[in-house]
């Protein structure tokens, strides 16, 4: 439950102590949803709304942390059931509006995953992942950076229903940053808290960088930022 995870938090970061010395699969199988343990969703606190959130979050931090991807047959319709090898998945579900759009939300993250090698490209590498912040337990909210050569993007997670306004973290360089990806999105059955608008960084020292940006998370929601391209470093061609 959201109002217990500031006691727990330890565990999601407690991993990266030993991250780098194998390579990892970051699987949700079925050996989780069967024998008495309960489908995913059941899994999540809360009423229907919030579960959905949960899920989703959920999904966004297993591909935006290092690691690949594994994901059982069944979860892209958040079935009740746990999976059974005497019948099939609960197909029917897909009729449900609240299940298009989580079908909705796996396309788009597989497809931003694919689009964003700071993501993927250096997963074994340490200089691919760094954490921005993971000790605030009072929010349960986590931040970090992935990275591949030059492209960078930052993730945040908050961890709680409670939508943080003006929330600051530090930035990884100064300049514009554009929301790339928000688990939170209408689309997807999330609240759609506006927090699209591109962001400029403060020349605020926060987290031990000298720049910060100051974000609106929404509630159970995930959040990927990318710096803006800035149009004075790209190069004219001269003419003969």
């Given at each position: 439950?959201?109002?217990?995870?500031?006691?727990?938090?330890?565990?999601?970061?407690?991993?990266?102590?030993?991250?780098?010395?194998?390579?990892?699969?970051?699987?949700?199988?079925?050996?989780?949803?069967?024998?008495?343990?309960?489908?995913?969703?059941?899994?999540?606190?809360?009423?229907?709304?919030?579960?959905?959130?949960?899920?989703?979050?959920?999904?966004?931090?297993?591909?935006?942390?290092?690691?690949?991807?594994?994901?059982?047959?069944?979860?892209?319709?958040?079935?009740?059931?746990?999976?059974?090898?005497?019948?099939?998945?609960?197909?029917?579900?897909?009729?449900?509006?609240?299940?298009?759009?989580?079908?909705?939300?796996?396309?788009?993250?597989?497809?931003?995953?694919?689009?964003?090698?700071?993501?993927?490209?250096?997963?074994?590498?340490?200089?691919?992942?760094?954490?921005?912040?993971?000790?605030?337990?009072?929010?349960?909210?986590?931040?970090?950076?992935?990275?591949?050569?030059?492209?960078?993007?930052?993730?945040?997670?908050?961890?709680?229903?409670?939508?943080?306004q003006d929330y600051r973290i530090g930035a990884p360089?100064?300049?514009?940053?554009?929301?790339?990806?928000?688990?939170?999105?209408?689309?997807?059955?999330?609240?759609?808290l506006d927090t699209a608008a591109p962001i400029d960084?403060?020349?605020?020292?926060?987290?031990?960088?000298?720049?910060?940006?100051?974000?609106?998370?929404?509630?159970?929601?995930?959040?990927?930022?990318?710096?803006?391209?800035?149009?004075?470093?790209?190069?004219?061609?001269?003419?003969?």
């Amino acid at each position: 439950d959201p109002v217990h995870r500031k006691y727990h938090q330890d565990e999601l970061t407690f991993s990266m102590i030993y991250e780098y010395s194998e390579r990892f699969i970051n699987s949700l199988s079925h050996d989780e949803v069967v024998h008495g343990k309960g489908a995913l969703i059941e899994k999540m606190p809360g009423d229907w709304w919030q579960r959905q959130a949960n899920y989703r979050l959920l999904l966004a931090y297993q591909y935006t942390r290092p690691g690949k991807q594994l994901n059982f047959m069944g979860i892209e319709v958040a079935q009740h059931n746990e999976w059974s090898h005497d019948s099939s998945v609960d197909w029917h579900l897909e009729s449900q509006e609240c299940r298009q759009q989580l079908q909705r939300y796996l396309i788009d993250l597989g497809r931003f995953y694919l689009e964003t090698p700071a993501l993927w490209a250096s997963d074994p590498d340490p200089e691919g992942f760094e954490w921005i912040d993971c000790s605030d337990r009072e929010n349960s909210v986590l931040a970090y950076v992935r990275r591949a050569g030059d492209e960078h993007v930052v993730v945040v997670l908050n961890m709680t229903p409670v939508p943080r306004q003006d929330y600051r973290i530090g930035a990884p360089a100064a300049g514009r940053y554009e929301q790339r990806f928000s688990s939170d999105d209408a689309r997807y059955g999330g609240s759609g808290l506006d927090t699209a608008a591109p962001i400029d960084t403060d020349e605020i020292p926060w987290h031990g960088r000298a720049q910060s940006l100051l974000l609106r998370l929404p509630p159970l929601g995930a959040l990927v930022l990318a710096p803006v391209p800035d149009p004075s470093h790209d190069t004219v061609p001269t003419p003969d």
